[in-house]
């Protein structure tokens, strides 16, 4: 059990009126608990439990030593042990994600402990996991290093006539050769006119000579995600290519500067927007310029239009300008960065100039 999280936590609910809560999402049990595999985990004052099922429960000790840990047996449920453990604690008011947990999930847990009141958690866990410990930076810090060393070594693989979906397919087994547990997200490969396709799926596109292609790609390494964009040129860029890829860069360092304890999402996302307009190309940027990285690849803080968050030390966000021109070509650039105490830090070093194959 994590007990500075939970106590943490269970302060933050206090001021909501909750005594406890009811978590589903699987980030949030992980970050509480250390559990990784399926159910629940109900919060309450001075003890938390991982309810399971036979699958996790060995799993479940060996992770979350400070949990208790139940397991759902003959007809027995989840939400039935939850309700259990809530009226055994005494509680009246318990929180819950409503966001994860289904209708069903809460017709059942509510018929099961009747007389308890349920409220939708207004302080998330995600609120507290948008701050990062040192722990946390450390991991995300070995998943960005395996990210860019996968990309050293995937560009001897990128060259006429080799598919997106292979050059993804060597990415994911470079990120698994070098330590990887796994990957962050779907890794994205995106050749010539599918560039423009911001999340496009990796297909049968051969890549050829005069083509810009997009890869956005991360390692994950103990539960933490890393998330890294490049573009690279295969064969000498067009004047359209060369144009698109510097303003892309530019306005990726501007907000870069940007970044620091105090700045507000919204306006660090209008800084590269506002030089993508004198280009030309205000329309062609059309996702929000980040967002936060941990043990989900979309975590808090955002940097978008409409984010009123404001940064603090300890923050990691992504920076990803990108321009996309339909029937023609694509490029993002995307860095992982450590907002600190005086500004900010890319932990994603690989090199951002344009690399010509």
Known sequence: MKKERINAFLRALEKQGAEAAVLAKPSNVRWLSGFTGEGLLVVVAGAASVVTDFR?????????????VRSISGGVTHEAIAAELLKAAGVKTAAFEDDVLTVR?????EQAAEGIHFA??????????????????????RACAITCAAFERI??????????RAVAFALE?????????????PTIVAAGANGSLPHAVPGDTAIASGMLVTMDFGARVDGYCADLTRTVAVGQPDALQRR???????????????IAPGACGRDVDAIARAYFKTCGWETEFGHSLGHGVGLDIHEEPRLSMRSTDVLEAGNVVTDE?????????????????????????????????????
């Open 173 to 185: 087994n470079e990120m698994r050769a070098l330590g990887a547990e796994g990957t962050a997200f």
């Open 244 to 258: 698109v890829y510097d303003a892309v860069l530019e306005a990726h360092l501007r907000a870069m500067d940007a």
């Open 105 to 109: 999930q809460m017709q059942r847990l």
């Open 155 to 164: 560009l001897a693989v990128i060259r006429p006539g080799v598919t997106e």
């Open 56 to 68: 996790y429960v060995e799993a479940a000790q060996r992770e979350a030593p400070g949990c208790a």
């Open 321 to 357: 300008p990108g321009i996309y021109l339909p029937g023609q070509c694509g490029c993002r650039i995307e860095d992982s960065v450590l907002v600190t105490r005086d500004g900010c830090r890319s932990l994603t070093p690989a090199a951002k100039e344009l690399i010509i194959l």
């Open 120 to 141: 939708p958690a207004k302080t998330r866990p995600e609120a507290l996991r948008a701050v990062k410990d040192q722990e946390e930076i450390d991991a995300i810090e």
